[in-house]
Structure formats: structure tokens, C-alpha cells
């Protein structure tokens, strides 16, 4: 028996939901069944390539990685077992299960300890060949949840399995570092209202625009118009709406808070107290600051 299979059909037994060795039904259908979210790959969450990388992924990238894994490892692969296709369901085409065992090297995030050496199920792209990419002894960074037992975890997506280069490390350390800091900005999950005031001079004015959080932390947005001048806009992260705010730097968690968070138009309800002038210049100041952040790549 493979080691692939006798762990799957421990699982079975141990969960009581396994009917394989009862029914004496065939193994490999016995463990998919009993397992289907440790015989599937999880649904995409970031978008990670397992290949060889000619160049470093965008922090959005990554910070969207980091954001989807409450485990981010640091490990080695020691070894890895291909699953045959019909015991591999959902598996893409183009694409190879395997069973991977790895040496971790250092928990980046995690709430608890892991051991030495953890398993989990990866689906890699297969070269231009068809063949796999030689992984055996490839340090690699893992994008995971935990299964509930500690030898092992679960990606967090098909492609959340990433070659390992120091620079890319340095990034992901760094942005885990931000997103856990005490004063981190939270998730945006959509906009609260928004009002305008016309200002003296014609081509004045003001929008402040109010961000909804998955905590319920504030979040608003300042634009103001001078005439003869490029719109100026900053946010404030806080109870108290700071006129001198910037716009935050790009590639900072704040700028992907927004960027990657914010819809792509100000919602009708976000200004419905306001006059259809008034409204207009909102929403056209609210593009600005779309335009200034710049997509979520």
C-alpha cells in the first residue's frame, strides 16, 4: 500500500465516514470518496504559480495569498508520490496530483506550532513534455490551512504552492508583518455614503466618501478640486477625517486594501441624500481615486 492510500483510508477510519474496508469497495475510490477536500484541490484563492518563475509576483498577488492562508510556510520537499488520474478527482488538465511530503523550514504565519515535517496534496502544472518538474529537494513557500491534524495541511488553492527565491520571501514576510501589525487596515467591504460640497469659485469642491471594514473600523476617503489643479485625495484610517491626509504608497497593505477592495463605481445609495449635481461630482471624484490607485493586478 502506498502511503498516499493508508493515509487516506487512517482519515476514513478515524471520521467514521470511511465504508471502504466494510463494503470492500476498491481503495482508491474508498479514500476519494471518504475525503473529497483532501482529494480535491481547495477553490482558487490566489493566483500562485507552482513553475519556475522568470520574475517576482505582485504584491496584490501575494498579499491575496497571505490574506487566504492562515498557515504560511517556509519548507523543503522531501519527498512527493504521483496519484494516478482516476484517483485524482477535478484534477486539471495539464496539470499531476501528488502527495508531498516536506521538511518545514520556518512558520511564517500560524497560529500554533507545526512539526518538523508536514503533508499535504498539490496539483503541479506538467512541463511542456508532459513530464513533472523535479521538486524533490525544492525549498518552496506554502499558502495552507490546517486539516485538523498537525502533520498536515491543505492548500488553500490550486496554484498556492510557490517556487521559493529570496526575494519573493522578503516579500511575503513583509506584508505578513503588515497585515498582523495591531494597527493594520482592515478589509474594505463596500461603501458606506458619500457627499459633496460645491466650494466658492467654480470647480471647487469636496467629496468625502465613507469605506465600510470587515471590522467595522473606520475608513474615508477626502478628494478636493482647486481650479486649475489636478485633484488632490487621501484617506484616513481612524475616527477623525485628517484634510491633510495622502494617498497611501502603492504596494503598501493600506493601497491594496483599497485597490483590490473598493467597487468599481460609488453605489446609487451612497449619495441618494444628495442633489444630482452634487451626485455627479461624487462619483466623478470617486474615480479619481480608482484612477490614482490603479488596478488590483
Known sequence: MRPWQNYFCIRSAQSGT?????HALPLLFCCAAAFPALAQPAPQTAQ??????????????????????PLV???RISDMIRIKENAAP???SGRARLYVTADVLALIRGGSALPTQISYLADVPLDSRGKLPKLKKQRVLLFARPTGK???????????????????DALTRGITRELLASDAPPAVTGIGNAFHVPGALPGEGETQVFVKT???APISLQILRRPGEKPRWGVSLGDIVDPNAGAPKRNTLAW????CGLPKALPNEAVSAETPDNAEAARQDYQVVLRELGPCA
Not at 470511511?18 to 466494510?22: A, Q
Not at 520574475?55 to 490574506?67: D, Q
Not at 491594496?256 to 485597490?259: D, E, P, T
Open 214 to 216: 470587515a471590522n467595522g
Open 90 to 92: 477535478g484534477l486539471a
Open 18 to 22: 470511511g465504508t471502504g474496508m466494510k
Open 150 to 168: 498537525t502533520n498536515e495541511v491543505q492548500l488553500t488553492g490550486i496554484d498556492s504552492q510557490y517556487m521559493w527565491t529570496p526575494e519573493l
Open 48 to 69: 500562485i504559480r507552482q513553475e519556475a518563475q522568470s520574475g517576482l509576483p505582485s504584491y496584490a498577488t501575494v498579499a491575496t495569498a497571505i490574506v487566504g492562508a
Open 256 to 259: 491594496y486594501r483599497l485597490a
Open 73 to 75: 510556510i517556509d519548507a
